[in-house]
């Protein structure tokens, strides 16, 4: 398969074939976000979208899943979206179901109606970064969207019947915002209660503003054993029935699996056995930091 630039995807979609529709994110400008910096955002022509697509075909025998690849596949105009999924429904028909990233701003840009097409025509789920709940927090990293936005979009994907993964980064806020990031993140995804609640750790990237800003002394990371009690919080404060929240992301030091709220109490006292046992004195998970 021909790709542009490193590729990336959510864990949970390991073994789905990845379609690139366009190539880098359109917002670009996270201060923590180093995934497409090298990259200059495009949307990549139907044909070549099409002919990856029959390339696929001859390629794999059976395609279960496909992931729409770069940063904000959504930004696409709906029409050529449609096109993409009909074309996924007859040459893949083995195919379960089509994913995507998506910007709160993507969402918004969409009408009800478009929506709801996209959903019928396979689009079955999208993954997106809420990051924080809090909006001065969404302002300091240059998220682009506020969290009014985020919730309003992300309702608006639920009411069309788009399943929802949403993501929260432990430790964004730094050490000065750390309850408020946590209480104000919990708060947003107790009103989305989306399908799936996925708790990431911050890791500083090369070539990142936040970087520049921790070596720089202006931004105070929390320690492995802060950033569980940050989880904490979250979990604490989170009312977010029938979500699986799930903190199996590589970054994090305590992997959390369970259906909130049915199994609150059972996270939070894995955390609390975390945190009690010292093994969190340990340095950062270092390696991440050099992707
Ligand atoms: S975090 Fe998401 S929206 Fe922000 S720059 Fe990275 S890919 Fe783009």
Not at 2 to 30: F, K, M
Not at 262 to 270: G, I
Not at 272 to 279: M, P, Y
Not at 282 to 291: A, F, S
Request: charged share 30%; glycine share 6%; aromatic share 6%.
């Amino acid at each position: 398969m021909r790709y542009e630039g490193q590729i990336y995807r959510p864990p949970s979609e390991a073994y789905s074939y990845i379609l690139q529709v366009t190539v880098g994110c359109s917002h670009n400008r996270c201060t923590f976000c180093n995934m497409y910096l090298e990259k200059k955002f495009r949307i990549r022509p139907l044909e070549e979208i099409l002919t990856d697509l029959k390339m696929a075909r001859k390629a794999y025998r059976y395609v279960g899943r496909i992931f729409l690849a770069d940063g904000d596949a959504l930004i696409v105009p709906t029409e050529t979206l449609l096109s993409i999924l009909s074309h996924i429904a007859r040459l893949f028909p083995e195919c379960e179901r089509v994913t995507s990233y998506a910007s709160a701003k993507d969402l918004l840009r969409k009408t009800p109606e478009e929506l709801k097409m996209l959903r019928e025509a396979g689009l079955e789920m999208i993954y997106l970064g809420l990051e924080s709940g809090s909006e001065q927090v969404l302002k300091a990293i240059d998220k682009g969207v506020t969290v009014e936005e985020t919730v309003e979009g992300c309702l608006k994907a639920k009411e069309a019947g788009i399943r929802l993964s949403i993501t929260q980064i432990t430790g964004l806020a730094g050490q000065d915002g750390m309850e408020p990031h946590a209480v104000a993140s919990a708060k947003a995804l107790s009103r989305i209660k989306p399908e799936y609640i996925g708790l990431m750790t911050l890791t500083l990237r090369r070539g990142t503003k936040m970087t520049a800003d921790w070596e720089a002394g202006r931004f105070k990371r929390l320690t492995p054993k802060q950033l569980v009690e940050e989880m904490r919080i979250l979990v604490s404060h989170l009312d977010s029935e029938g979500s699986v929240l799930r903190s199996n992301h590589i970054s994090n030091y305590v992997q959390l699996r369970g259906t909130m709220n049915r199994d609150k109490e059972a996270m939070l006292a894995s955390l609390d056995k975390a945190l009690k046992s010292g093994d969190l004195e340990n340095e950062y998970i270092e390696y991440l930091e050099n992707l």
